[in-house]
């Protein structure tokens, strides 16, 4: 049976983040997409210029749609919008018992606007944070959700991982793509200790979409059937390779597009992390 997941996420007219980035990143690992359009922006490359929320019930409809149909394996989560849509998307998932969930906590576009209003930060960690399998913040992200500065080194970053572990996620992956370094490192936080995924950092400038198709692509191995571990490693293959051909691909004006289609004669989504990536677990130390 071909695996199927579910977005719940806004549409980004210029194809680069949101529904239409996560449904190429399902395609890649032949997962059959389903989607529920939280919100319709009017966003490119260089920014966001309109942003239409679509009503609470037309998103739990189109939740329940997909669900009353499909067997729904996984739910991946992006932009909610407000309180509202929140609470519609909490509600309907818990309904329908929906358990293997990667939540990408959006906050803020690459271009700087604004996509979640801070009033609604409450409802998200309150209603969803514990439904939730996988959170995958950035760096500012999750000092937003934590209340706490910028983590500037990977001890800070721990903590903040254990603090929103408290909030009743299963695990948690901090992504260092915002942070500096020759190497790009994320680190997955649960129960059972930290565990680093790899990479070399490829230094092609700011990026539209990245942490969108990196949840997805966790999303996409858990409908799979993959193990998190497993699901995180492939993921963070996944989207360095994308990154890695988007200067060849010239997409777009402003930030970096990232193409995440399959290459001819290989099924990315069955391929083991790539080289250049490296897993490291680590002790949970109290």
Not at 222 to 227: E, M, S
Not at 248 to 259: M, V
Request: hydrophobic residues 50%; aromatic residues 4%; contains cysteine.
């Amino acid at each position: 049976m071909i695996p199927v997941a579910l977005t719940i996420a806004g549409s980004d007219s210029g194809g680069g983040a949101g529904i239409q980035a996560d449904l190429k990143v399902f395609a890649a690992f032949d997962v059959f997409g389903t989607s529920a359009i939280t919100a319709v922006t009017a966003q490119n490359s260089m920014g966001v210029s309109a942003i239409h929320s679509v009503p609470p019930t037309v998103v739990a409809s189109q939740i329940e749609a997909a669900f009353a149909d499909l067997p729904v394996a996984s739910v991946k989560i992006g932009m909610l919008g407000n309180a509202e849509v929140i609470d519609a998307v909490a509600e309907t998932l818990s309904r329908h018992d929906a358990n293997r969930i990667v939540l990408d906590p959006v906050l803020v576009a690459t271009s700087g606007a604004r996509l979640l209003p801070e009033e609604a930060l409450a409802a998200l960690v309150t209603l969803l944070l514990p439904r939730t399998l996988l959170l995958t913040p950035n760096l500012p992200e999750a000092a937003a959700l934590t209340g706490s500065p910028l983590a500037m080194d990977e001890t800070a970053r721990i903590v903040q991982a254990r603090a929103l572990l408290a909030m009743g996620p299963k695990a948690v992956l901090i992504k260092g793509g915002h942070a500096a370094g020759p190497r790009s490192t994320d680190l997955l936080v649960d129960a059972d200790g930290v565990t680093r995924f790899s990479a070399q950092r490829q230094g092609v400038g700011e990026i539209h979409g990245g942490g969108c198709m990196f949840s997805s692509a966790v999303a996409a191995g858990l409908a799979r059937g993959w193990p998190l571990t497993a699901s995180v490693s492939q993921a963070k293959g996944f989207i360095s390779r994308a990154i890695a051909a988007a200067p060849s691909q010239a997409l777009g004006s402003g930030a970096r597009l990232l193409h995440p289609a399959r290459r001819p004669g290989r099924r990315l989504g069955h391929n083991a992390a790539a080289p250049s990536s490296s897993i490291h677990k680590l002790p949970f130390l109290a």
